[in-house]
């Protein structure tokens, strides 16, 4: 039987490629980006978009099985998303368009509450000064306070307690390698740090601004205000200072 090939698109680049069609599902290194990505046989020209319900989907795989009106299940990857104010879930009903057994362009038609209305979150009371993180899954909030504060005075600890080991292992390595003196820059970063490490989980972040309003409260990263950068810097000098004065001291006493 003699080979067909077709042509399909990476779900990352969009990027052609070109295989057997008796390969279609199998998942393959994109040979533009590098990434992985699943071979799928083009629909014909007259295939027509089919509505579904999505029966999981899991934020750490990225990927989700929609139970198609058509009697069919088909699997989807996030990339294939094309709602900007909502993460897939449970319940929702979608509408896409099926190539083999795979959805791409997956659009949400209807809500698990029969409305198109932005995400709902449990409610969550701001905190002056603190970072406020919510896990979309479940609701579960973390808070994050006074982080300079405490790496100024525990280091790569603190951030091994939070569970940000790159940031432990590299702010050890600092600290031995420059002698103690990387332990009074960390503090500058130690927000955005925190920020990062819970937004790459797919977190939410909280402001503390006055009545923030939905759209405010979804995916934003609030920069540190300048004044309390300020304060910081005042503290880390504050502190260098007094450590200057007792080396002083001590070679003097030495001498």
Not at 60 to 79: E, L, V, W
Not at 116 to 129: D, I, L, W
Not at 166 to 189: E, M, R
Not at 229 to 244: K, M, S
């Amino acid at each position: 039987m003699p080979e067909k090939f077709v042509t399909c698109h990476c779900q990352h680049c969009a990027g052609g490629i070109e295989f057997d069609s008796s390969h279609a599902g199998a998942s393959v290194a994109c040979p533009h980006c590098g990434q992985e990505t699943i071979l799928c046989v083009p629909p014909p020209a007259q295939a027509q978009a089919v509505k579904g319900t999505i029966l999981d989907y899991t934020i750490q795989t990225n990927a989700g099985i929609i139970s198609g009106d058509d009697g069919k299940r088909y699997s989807f990857k996030g990339a294939e998303w094309r709602d900007t104010g909502k993460y897939p879930a449970k319940g929702m009903r979608v509408d896409f368009l099926p190539q083999a057994e795979i959805a791409t362009s997956v659009y949400l038609f209807q809500d698990i509450t029969g409305t198109k209305s932005q995400r709902q979150f449990p409610a969550v009371t701001p905190k002056k000064g603190a970072l406020q993180f919510q896990n979309p899954e479940n609701g579960f909030v973390e808070e994050v306070s006074n982080a300079p504060l405490f790496v100024l005075l525990f280091g790569c600890f603190y951030f091994a307690a939070k569970g940000v080991w790159t940031h432990a292992v590299a702010g050890f390595l600092a600290a031995f390698c420059t002698c103690g003196l990387s332990w009074l820059i960390y503090p500058f970063f130690a927000d955005q740090i925190m920020r990062t490490h819970y937004l790459r989980k797919g977190w939410v972040l909280y402001s503390d601004r006055e009545d923030p309003t939905a759209k405010d409260l979804i995916g934003n990263v609030i920069t540190v205000p300048p004044r309390k950068r300020l304060i910081w810097l005042g503290i880390i000098c504050f502190v260098l200072l007094i450590i200057i004065l007792v080396a002083a001291k001590l070679s003097e006493n030495a001498n």
